[in-house]
Nanobody, 123 residues
Framework: QVQLVESGGGLVQAGGSLRLSCAAS??????????MGWYRQAPGEQRELVAQ???????NYADSVKGRFTISRDNAKNAVYLQMNSLKPEDTAVYYC???????????????WGKGTLVTVSS
């Protein structure tokens, strides 16, 4: 089993910045993670993709965050980060870390989610 632990959420004023971190750990050994990303879910809304990054560092962003958010990862640490700048009240949500294409020893599931971290942007 793989655990994804997020950190870095909190309360910030509009226009401010936050940096989210997510680290993957396992009882066994993580050989590789193909894609890591961040999703968010606002109250009463569906979970939506914020940003993704592949092992080869190709990135994909939701239109609503392009130019404001930057995703990065450290393959050696099995970690992914989300730098969020120029935050808006509409960015308020629970942010979830996701890992896809996970290869472990012993073999397990290939997709995992973190428990989420709350980001609140006040106007």
């Amino acid at each position: 089993q793989v655990q994804l632990v997020e950190s870095g959420g909190g309360l910030v004023q509009a226009g401010g910045s936050l940096r989210l971190s997510c680290a993957a750990s396992a009882s066994g050994r993580i050989l590789s993670i193909n894609r890591m990303g961040w999703y968010r879910q606002a109250p009463g809304e569906q979970r939506e993709l914020v940003a993704q990054i592949t092992r080869g560092l190709s990135t994909n962003y939701a239109d609503s965050v392009k130019g404001r958010f930057t995703i990065s990862r450290d393959n050696a640490k099995n970690a992914v980060y989300l730098q969020m700048n120029s935050l808006k009240p509409e960015d308020t949500a629970v942010y979830y870390c996701a890992a896809e294409g996970v290869v472990t020893i012993p073999r397990g599931d290939m997709q995992y989610w973190g428990k989420g971290t709350l980001v609140t942007v006040s106007s």
